[in-house]
């Protein structure tokens, strides 16, 4: 960037301040409930309501799956409860098969879109935008209030599909037509399938409003001084899950409402040559392929929506708590950059079995393993990182290391499952399962919880505990790695996933014990991220009181904010910055804040 | 009652913590927090090298465990799949060494630079040469597997052999159906809206090609020690042709039909022997989610020696005259095979590019 350009941003980022303080002065007397806690348009708040909002769903999400796992675990088992609480869905104690499908879809839709899309990058891109990068607040910070209320609005349409008496989607997460498309071919495509199209409508239009938001913000609105290199890893890594995300939802939208023509105004974009429960249907010419395209053309760079903002968040925390600059500050950022670029070149590895063809598949072989290049630069650099590093174990670097174990651990899996010839005996069986629930859920978990208890005290102004907090990681990756790590062998044995009950299955059914123990901690691990929500509401109204400006002794901006910062975040000015934000134990100073010019005798590296 | 009793079990544990967890933030307070902290920090730097411990035996008795249980134990049932094994081993190995390398790295470092008081930050933010060296390794490695790979998606995915034993494969909720095109070794031509009563397949029967096709439900028999291409169809939804024990997979697609071909290297009976199992059978599995009846859509594959398997298709009748029953007798005679139109037909439903 050029230095007049430079100059230029931070004039715009003093007017926008000064004409925001004016603005902020002026509206402090008339706050109401309403415009500071429901439509409100302060980042801040706004982050706090996609978090909780994030977290509801979670817990949902969460449960679901507890649900699904008893039946998988103690298939000959029936719980009454389960009828008191589901009615005819649990008829009897069991869960009904047509319902287990539904949990399975509604779990994976959840923490999918709703937890880790729209609780993890729409949290912190909200909360750490402004705060990292020294503005006031986002671009437009009415289309960030919509931007909740959409995805607020998506969460009621879906929440409501649970209630519907035919039953939520129930085709899988990846509602592959034509069985999302047909009432006819399962009782959860029928209005519940409505329901989930118009929801992910609502929330492609959220997750549009907030992407723009982001981009434009982190363009535009550095203050002072704040060079794009000089950011820190944390806001590249929001940049560039909002670039991907403004790309391609776009397209899952266009999937979704051709469905919508083919469900409900006899169009033909994905239906040809169907018979179903004996009705011959007059749909002829299209392809249920293309719907896979569509789909994957979101879900891959999706899952990079999802893995970017946490590793972003755990490089930051990672750097703070070694006290060390980050390794490869560069490589970093151009690592990030070469992932995002790949997300959209892959997306077709995911249909490797669909009768592609194979030598078009040979590309997306290709270009899908070189993501690993970019992935083995960021975790050498993350260890070296930490090589003779000075490390504080706070519950959030714990996390983040805990992000890298497993990032590593569930990365290396996805080296069998991007060669197509392996794919092809590991496609859709529990091995796919253990990969990318370890990569991309209990990794970007891991992230999400280093980011929200190292940013707690900037949202609440008070700490989390920490004992809960380690209680709450110890439990989690060790049960990570026993629910996940075992799923591996069932996959390699050819265990198809999606199943409910394996006892009819003479290759299968081996596997009942483990089914038990996979079910019988994942309950375990659920139960103590009850514990961390407690601990969550009650340390915002509770915790310990954040009494210094700066507790982790952190470079980045959002540390020089008042503890608990009103809406415009600073005081006075906007601070300027003048180096990058990974200065740690630079000539035996333990931090050099970004705001502290450069000395004299500075060295130079 | 003991729900009940296991709720307030689980409150009563979940209260215990918290109170504990909170106790223990007023004892750092009273301590002086700096000192409990250094104090945490060295109970969770141990707990991380615990961890590594426990982790790297909790792998070998999960291997110990489990590894039986994979298939790798009874070996892969087609020829291509003995190559998928090979490469799945190389594949474990590769990955193995990098992922406790970096595991081990990674909870080492973090115990051992736990904070000391006399310890300094090594001031480290770049060294281009590791960069570059972590870079074309890992890059070197994975064009090994890549080159690997390709080579046998070729050709696995490639034309199966012309001797292949062709057999239709229909999916639907929630069953298989098989079709052997008979003795012109041709399969007759279907129309899906030609599917009615008996005619569950939608077959054209004005195709004379049709006319000796068989077919049957849930149970095929294939010849061992011949290569085998399944022609795949699916009805209603996408369904998916799962064979783990000849590491085979295709999908069922509507309107679409697919292809896959495998040489099968044991018949059922030797592989009951090979895996101890008087129960063993092939099985298919249906491997894309296809409604509520998902999990039941079992396909069972016999596989024959070559004589039991000729035996076995002399006792199925063609298809037709269990549609049509009246044109059973000397239904055969009008079946003429005219097969440059009739391997046309076939060809028009493979898909391009196989």
């Given at each position: 960037m050029s230095n007049t350009a430079t100059v230029q941003t931070a004039q715009e980022a003093e007017v926008h301040g000064v004409h925001h303080d004016a603005h902020h002065e002026h509206h402090e007397h008339h706050e109401t409930f309403i415009s500071k806690y429901v439509f409100s348009q302060d980042h801040k708040m706004i982050a706090r309501q996609f978090l909780i909002t994030g977290m509801i769903w979670a817990i949902i999400g969460g449960l679901f799956s507890v649900l699904f796992r008893l039946q998988l675990g103690y298939p000959n088992s029936t719980f009454p409860w389960l009828e008191d609480l589901l009615g005819h869905w649990a008829k009897g104690g069991k869960l009904q098969p047509e319902f287990y499908y539904a949990l399975v879809t509604m779990h994976g839709t959840i923490l999918v879109f709703f937890v880790l899309t729209a609780g993890l990058s729409g949290t912190f891109a909200n909360f750490l935008i402004p705060l990292q990068i020294g503005a006031r607040d986002m671009a437009s910070p009415m289309l960030n209030m919509l931007s909740y209320w959409f995805f607020f609005l998506a969460s009621i349409i879906m929440f409501s599909s649970l209630f519907v008496q035919t039953g939520p989607a129930s085709g899988g997460w990846t509602i592959y037509p034509p069985l999302s498309a047909l009432g006819d071919a399962s009782s959860g495509s029928k209005i519940g399938m409505d329901l989930w199209l118009a929801s992910m409508a609502m929330f492609v239009v959220s997750s549009l409003l907030g992407g723009l938001n982001y981009i434009t913000t982190i363009l535009n609105m550095r203050t002072k001084g704040m060079s794009m290199t000089r950011m820190p890893l944390t806001i590249w890594a929001l940049f560039f899950t909002a670039v991907l995300g403004v790309l391609s939802f776009p397209v899952l939208l266009s999937g979704a409402i051709l469905l919508l023509f083919d469900r409900n105004l006899g169009t033909s974009f994905f239906l040809s040559d169907i018979v179903v429960n004996g009705k011959i249907l007059p749909n002829e010419g299209g392809s249920a392929i293309l719907f896979q395209h569509l789909f994957w053309f979101l879900g891959h760079p999706e899952v990079y929506i999802i893995l970017l903002p946490a590793m972003g968040m755990s490089s930051e925390i990672i750097s703070v708590n070694s006290r060390k600059p980050i390794f490869g500050y560069m490589a970093m950022v151009g690592?990030?950059?070469?992932?995002?670029?790949?997300?959209?070149?892959?997306?077709?590895?995911?249909?490797?079995?669909?009768?592609?063809?194979?030598?078009?598949?040979?590309?997306?072989?290709?270009?899908?393993?070189?993501?690993?290049?970019?992935?083995?630069?960021?975790?050498?650099?993350?260890?070296?990182?930490?090589?003779?590093?000075?490390?504080?174990?706070t519950p959030a670097m714990l996390f983040a290391i805990g992000f890298v174990s497993l990032f590593i651990s569930g990365g290396l899996t996805g080296i069998f499952l991007g060669n197509s010839a392996?794919?092809?005996?590991?496609?859709?069986?529990?091995?796919?399962?253990?990969?990318?629930?370890?990569?991309?859920?209990?990794?970007?978990?891991?992230?999400?919880?280093?980011?929200?208890?190292?940013?707690?005290?900037?949202?609440?102004?008070?700490?989390?505990?920490?004992?809960?907090?380690?209680?709450?990681?110890?439990?989690?990756?060790?049960?990570?790695?026993?629910?996940?790590?075992?799923?591996?062998?069932?996959?390699?044995?050819?265990?198809?996933?999606?199943?409910?009950?394996?006892?009819?299955?003479?290759?299968?059914?081996?596997?009942?014990?483990?089914?038990?123990?996979?079910?019988?901690?994942?309950?375990?691990?659920?139960?103590?991220?009850?514990?961390?929500?407690?601990?969550?509401?009650?340390?915002?109204?509770?915790?310990?009181?954040?009494?210094?400006?700066?507790?982790?002794?952190?470079?980045?901006?959002?540390?020089?904010?008042?503890?608990?910062?009103?809406?415009?975040?600073?005081?006075?000015?906007?601070?300027?910055?003048?180096?990058?934000?990974?200065?740690?134990?630079?000539?035996?100073?333990?931090?050099?804040?970004?705001?502290?010019?450069?000395?004299?005798?500075?060295?130079?590296? | 009652m003991t729900n009940i009793l296991l709720i307030v079990i689980v409150i009563m544990i979940f209260i215990v913590i918290f109170q504990i967890s909170k106790a223990s933030e007023y004892v750092s307070v009273l301590k002086g927090e700096e000192q409990s902290r250094k104090q945490n920090n060295k109970i969770n730097a141990f707990l991380l090298i615990v961890f590594l411990v426990l982790g790297l035996i909790g792998c070998w008795w999960c291997n110990k465990l489990y590894y039986g249980k994979t298939l790798f134990v009874q070996g892969a049932a087609s020829e291509m799949?003995?190559?998928?094994?090979?490469?799945?081993?190389?594949?474990?190995?590769?990955?193995?060494?990098?992922?406790?390398?970096?595991?081990?790295?990674?909870?080492?470092?973090?115990?051992?630079?736990?904070?000391?008081?006399?310890?300094?930050?090594?001031?480290?933010?770049?060294?281009?040469?590791?960069?570059?060296?972590?870079?074309?390794?890992?890059?070197?490695?994975?064009?090994?597997?890549?080159?690997?790979?390709?080579?046998?998606?070729?050709?696995?995915?490639?034309?199966?052999?012309?001797?292949?034993?062709?057999?239709?494969?229909?999916?639907?909720?929630?069953?298989?159906?098989?079709?052997?095109?008979?003795?012109?070794?041709?399969?007759?031509?279907?129309?899906?809206?030609?599917?009615?009563?008996?005619?569950?397949?939608?077959?054209?029967?004005?195709?004379?090609?049709?006319?000796?096709?068989?077919?049957?439900?849930?149970?095929?028999?294939?010849?061992?020690?011949?290569?085998?291409?399944?022609?795949?169809?699916?009805?209603?939804?996408?369904?998916?042709?799962?064979?783990?024990?000849?590491?085979?997979?295709?999908?069922?697609?509507?309107?679409?039909?697919?292809t896959l071909w495998f040489t099968p290297l044991y018949t059922t009976d030797e592989m009951k022997v090979r895996t101890g199992n008087p129960n063993f059978v092939y099985e298919m599995s249906c491997d894309q989610i296809c409604g509520k009846g998902h999990f039941t859509m079992r396909g069972i594959i016999v596989v024959d020696t070559q004589e039991e398997y000729l035996k076995y298709l002399a006792t199925l009748e063609p298809e037709y005259w269990s549609v049509f029953p009246d044109k059973k007798p000397g239904a055969l005679k009008t079946a003429t095979t005219d097969s440059t139109k009739t391997k046309a037909s076939l060809a028009a439903i493979m898909p391009a590019g196989n």
């Open positions: 690592s990030l950059f070469a992932i995002a670029i790949l997300a959209f070149l892959v997306w077709a590895h995911h249909m490797f079995v669909t009768g592609l063809n194979p030598f078009l598949g040979a590309f997306f072989v290709l270009l899908t393993l070189l993501i690993a290049v970019p992935s083995a630069i960021k975790v050498f650099n993350w260890l070296t990182t930490l090589w003779r590093a000075n490390i504080r174990f392996l794919d092809i005996h590991l496609h859709d069986t529990y091995f796919v399962v253990a990969h990318f629930h370890i990569v991309m859920g209990v990794a970007s978990f891991m992230g999400m919880f280093a980011g929200v208890y190292h940013w707690f005290p900037k949202m609440y102004g008070r700490f989390l505990n920490n004992t809960l907090g380690y209680i709450h990681f110890w439990v989690t990756i060790a049960g990570a790695y026993l629910i996940f790590w075992p799923m591996h062998y069932e996959g390699l044995a050819g265990m198809p996933r999606r199943y409910y009950d394996f006892s009819n299955w003479e290759s299968f059914k081996m596997f009942g014990g483990l089914n038990e123990f996979i079910s019988f901690v994942a309950l375990i691990v659920f139960a103590v991220q009850l514990l961390f929500v407690f601990n969550f509401f009650y340390s915002i109204f509770k915790g310990r009181k954040v009494k210094d400006l700066n507790p982790w002794g952190a470079n980045t901006l959002e540390w020089t904010t008042p503890i608990r910062p009103g809406h415009g975040n600073w005081v006075g000015e906007i601070p300027e910055v003048y180096r990058g934000a990974y200065d740690y134990g630079k000539d035996g100073r333990e931090f050099i804040p970004q705001t502290e010019p450069i000395g004299e005798n500075e060295s130079h590296h | 799949g003995e190559k998928i094994d090979l490469m799945l081993y190389i594949t474990i190995a590769v990955t193995g060494v990098v992922f406790f390398a970096t595991q081990i790295l990674l909870f080492w470092f973090a115990f051992k630079y736990q904070e000391k008081d006399d310890r300094k930050a090594y001031y480290f933010p770049h060294n281009t040469k590791l960069e570059l060296l972590w870079t074309t390794v890992p890059a070197i490695f994975l064009t090994i597997l890549v080159v690997f790979g390709l080579k046998y998606w070729f050709k696995m995915t490639g034309e199966a052999p012309k001797n292949s034993v062709i057999i239709e494969v229909t999916g639907h909720q929630f069953g298989w159906e098989f079709r052997y095109p008979g003795a012109d070794k041709i399969l007759g031509k279907k129309d899906y809206r030609l599917t009615k009563g008996s005619n569950s397949l939608g077959v054209d029967f004005n195709d004379p090609a049709s006319l000796d096709d068989m077919h049957v439900s849930a149970t095929v028999h294939i010849p061992v020690g011949k290569p085998v291409k399944f022609v795949i169809n699916a009805q209603d939804v996408i369904h998916d042709v799962g064979l783990p024990h000849f590491r085979m997979k295709m999908d069922a697609v509507p309107g679409i039909p697919t």
